[in-house]
């Protein structure tokens, strides 16, 4: 059998026809690196076609797939020496010739062929078509015809579960747990850096899997890949499905066919990120649907904590930021900034959100009596009510060491004044003083803010401190006196 298909009609995104053209086009590929062309078929029994692309022509000699990365579902054809046509003074972006890729393997059913532009040459092709030739009888899908996928095994991964976040899918950046329509991820238009992970396990290997995610609808009309990034198992996926529009429908969840997937045996990583700060784009997210026809069992993973230390019956000692309206010997925080010290709900240092807090350094001086291999250092913070890591609001680092940490800090809802002590991380400390640093990395405001301080536990009873007195590092309010010492 023998198929062709066009780059499609006018009107249609990419497709051009210039001036002197006899045929459209898909015009702009060689100028945009990444920019990714696909086409769906269908054949009747698994079988070795011979695959040809009509390129324009150009005056220079060139190897076809040295600049795009042509694949045929999973596999990359690489190593042929695909030369295209060429002759002086013979280029034109309007007319075209044919390029032999050679032999590929078709899998019964439906397939996919992608040509992708991979180099920053910009002396490449536009691509008026791709032809195929087979034994066996090969069909296009039409535009807008879609794989009937409602036989297939079908499971939903939600984000949100009795209220909760189940285990397996996490939030990081922005957003928050919503009751919306039974419970969502909300707060996520214009939440640039926003991301949700999905982590499935398959127990089997999946090459064709269908991925739908559950979104409200929203009254301006945007594509997938105007307002997210997906990634499987690290690698892109790209999508530029059109997304519900219409009216803001906050409570109702719409399934979105984002397009076709491949799972590998054992668990995978599905992540969107949020990459558009325009409030008009996105919404309330209830979770992703998968379907397959391979009959693989899907299920959230199983995500285990690292083993750490039960810190429950260690010794705790606090080290505020807010001593009786003052800033305590031992604490120090970085001059210049809009940082204000309240004496109100237990003392706490606030402002400490948004442009102008980014660059800020909250610097605690702890002498310890000897070295502690591991303590267990909290923060104590306000709620906010976006979502977020403590990696993507700050940075840690003790004694010069930086210490990393994706633990979720509290949200929900804005409490000012409400201190909650969130474990952060282990940290090692010296005999003698120690130097803790937390430094607010994003000018995100709606993360991070007022802090009441640190505290630190540690397995046995030692006697931790601020570091000496230092007058050049108290800050007073005024009517109040500074404070030397902490309280034990």
């Known amino acids: 059998g023998r198929a062709e298909l066009g780059a499609g009609k006018l009107g249609m995104p990419y497709v051009s026809q210039e001036p002197g053209a006899e045929e459209v086009y898909i015009g702009n590929f060689s100028t945009n690196l990444g920019s990714t062309i696909t086409f769906r078929l269908k054949a009747a029994k698994a079988t070795t076609a011979s695959l040809i692309i009509s390129v324009s022509k150009t005056e220079r000699l060139s190897i076809f797939t040295n600049n795009v990365r042509v694949s045929v579902g999973e596999n990359n054809i690489e190593g042929r020496p695909c030369n295209v046509f060429f002759e002086f003074g013979g280029e034109s972006w309007v007319n075209f010739t044919d390029v032999y890729i050679g032999c590929v393997e078709l899998a019964e059913g439906e397939n996919v062929i992608k040509l992708e532009f991979i180099t920053e040459d910009q002396g490449g092709y536009n691509i008026n078509n791709i032809k195929l030739r087979s034994d066996e009888e090969i069909s296009w899908m039409a535009p807008g015809q879609e794989t009937d996928d409602s036989a297939w095994a079908t499971q939903e991964f939600r984000t949100v579960v009795d209220g909760e976040m189940p285990t397996g899918f996490t939030l990081s950046g922005g957003g928050n747990v919503a009751t919306d329509g039974g419970g969502c991820i909300g707060n996520l238009s214009g939440a640039k850096g926003a991301r949700l992970t999905f982590k499935i396990n398959s127990d089997k290997k999946v090459g064709y899997a269908m991925l739908y995610l559950n979104i409200c609808k929203r009254i301006s009309a945007y594509n997938f890949d105007m307002e997210f990034a997906l990634t499987i198992n690290d690698?892109?996926?790209?999508?530029?499905?059109?997304?519900?529009?219409?009216?803001?429908?906050?409570?109702?969840?719409?399934?979105?066919?984002?397009?076709?997937?491949?799972?590998?045996?054992?668990?995978?990583?599905?992540?969107?990120?949020?990459?558009?700060?325009?409030?008009?784009?996105?919404?309330?997210?209830?979770?992703?649907?998968?379907?397959?026809?391979?009959?693989?069992?899907?299920?959230?993973?199983?995500?285990?904590?690292?083993?750490?230390?039960?810190?429950?019956?260690?010794?705790?000692?606090?080290?505020?930021?807010?001593?009786?309206?003052?800033?305590?010997?031992?604490?120090?925080?970085?001059?210049?900034?809009?940082?204000?010290?309240?004496?109100?709900?237990?003392?706490?240092?606030?402002?400490?959100?948004?442009?102008?807090?980014?660059?800020?350094?909250?610097?605690?001086?702890?002498?310890?009596?000897?070295?502690?291999?591991?303590?267990?250092?909290?923060?104590?913070?306000?709620?906010?009510?976006?979502?977020?890591?403590?990696?993507?609001?700050?940075?840690?680092?003790?004694?010069?060491?930086?210490?990393?940490?994706?633990?979720?800090?509290?949200?929900?809802?804005?409490?000012?004044?409400?201190?909650?002590?969130?474990?952060?991380?282990?940290?090692?400390?010296?005999?003698?003083?120690?130097?803790?640093?937390?430094?607010?990395?994003?000018?995100?405001?709606?993360?991070?803010?007022?802090?009441?301080?640190?505290t630190l536990k540690t397995e046995k009873q030692v006697t931790l401190q601020y570091a000496a007195p230092s007058a050049a590092n108290l800050i007073a309010l005024p009517g109040k006196r500074t404070a030397e010492t902490i309280g034990d």
Do not use: C
């Open 235 to 454: 690698k892109a996926v790209k999508s530029s499905v059109r997304m519900p529009a219409g009216e803001n429908e906050w409570s109702v969840p719409t399934p979105v066919r984002i397009g076709v997937i491949s799972l590998e045996e054992g668990d995978n990583t599905i992540s969107f990120e949020i990459i558009s700060d325009n409030g008009d784009y996105g919404g309330n997210v209830w979770g992703i649907t998968l379907k397959n026809d391979e009959q693989a069992t899907l299920k959230y993973a199983e995500t285990s904590a690292p083993e750490v230390p039960n810190d429950t019956d260690w010794h705790a000692q606090e080290f505020k930021t807010v001593i009786d309206g003052a800033i305590p010997t031992g604490f120090t925080y970085t001059e210049g900034k809009n940082v204000t010290v309240n004496a109100g709900a237990g003392g706490y240092v606030g402002n400490l959100s948004g442009e102008s807090a980014k660059g800020i350094k909250l610097t605690f001086r702890i002498h310890s009596a000897e070295t502690v291999e591991s303590a267990s250092l909290y923060l104590t913070i306000a709620r906010r009510v976006v979502a977020y890591t403590f990696n993507d609001e700050f940075k840690l680092t003790v004694n010069g060491q930086e210490y990393k940490s994706n633990v979720a800090m509290p949200s929900g809802e804005n409490q000012w004044e409400t201190p909650i002590a969130v474990q952060i991380t282990f940290i090692s400390l010296i005999e003698g003083d120690n130097t803790i640093e937390i430094e607010i990395i994003s000018d995100n405001s709606d993360w991070g803010n007022n802090i009441w301080g640190i």
